[in-house]
């Protein structure tokens, strides 16, 4: 089955820095989404990047997907307390019908 | 997009009790899915959840423990069956859009406590 890794676990930045989180997948992938969740809350759709080297931006927040590499990487720029919360990956999986594999998700809290 | 709503929002429920969770869509999606999240853990799907016929169950599922019910295509229920603490978690419907982007949308999940 699929595993999809995801670095760092969590991030401590200072508001106005920059940060870059990581997901790495085991297979293939057939397609990378990126969701936020506010802690014990639902996921807020981000972004769903489909092909290799494809690049999407929403606000400060910008996705590529390295399709050889199995990776995607999420960046955010000057980073703002309303960016904090639980980022998670989910990958496509091949054959069940569009359903994901998620990673464990990275927790990101924005110091003033 | 699609909005998708969940009721109730959250519960709390004695062991051994059934709670039966709606998720509507505010539009028409071709695919719906249930997934849980226990406490301090990623998504794990349950099932998809299949317009017309009997839902498709992830391993560790079974139909008899999570009843699925998708009578129409902005509607499901996902009925969590004889409950125990190992049942608290929070149970997420998500949905796929129908314009060919594959974007999916999730609701905002159902938090159940069985004591």
């Known amino acids: 089955s699929q595993e999809l890794e995801q670095s760092p676990q969590s991030l401590i930045v200072q508001e106005g820095k920059n940060l870059t989180i990581n997901c790495t997948s085991s297979?293939?992938?057939?397609?990378l989404y990126w969701y936020k969740q506010k802690y014990g809350e639902g996921l807020i759709f981000l972004m769903m990047?489909?092909?290799?080297?494809e690049e999407k931006s929403h606000e400060k927040i910008t996705a590529k997907l390295d399709e050889k590499k199995q990776q995607s990487s999420l960046h955010i720029t000057a980073s703002q307390p309303s960016h904090a919360g639980i980022y998670l990956c989910?990958?496509?999986?091949?054959?069940?019908?569009?359903?994901?594999?998620f990673g464990k998700g990275t927790s990101l809290l924005v110091t003033p | 997009s699609a909005v998708i709503s969940q009721k109730p929002s959250r519960d709390i429920c004695q062991r051994g009790t059934s709670l039966t969770i709606q998720c509507q869509v505010d539009?028409?999606?071709?695919?719906m899915f249930w997934y849980r999240q226990q406490p301090g853990q990623s998504l794990t799907l349950i099932a998809t959840?299949?317009?017309?016929?009997?839902?498709?169950?992830e391993s560790g599922f079974v139909i008899d423990k999570f009843p699925i019910s998708r009578p129409n295509l902005t509607f499901s229920t996902l009925t969590v069956s004889n409950m125990s603490p190992e049942d608290s978690s929070i149970y997420l419907c998500?949905?796929?859009?129908?314009?060919?982007?594959?974007?999916?949308?999730f609701g905002p999940g159902t938090r159940l406590t069985v004591t």
């Open positions: 998500s949905a796929q859009t129908s314009s060919g982007s594959y974007e999916q949308y």
């Open positions: 297979k293939t992938l057939y397609g």
């Open positions: 990047l489909q092909k290799g080297g």
């Open positions: 989910g990958a496509l999986r091949a054959n069940s019908g569009y359903a994901l594999n």
């Open positions: 539009s028409q999606v071709t695919m």
């Open positions: 959840a299949n317009q017309g016929s009997e839902a498709t169950y």
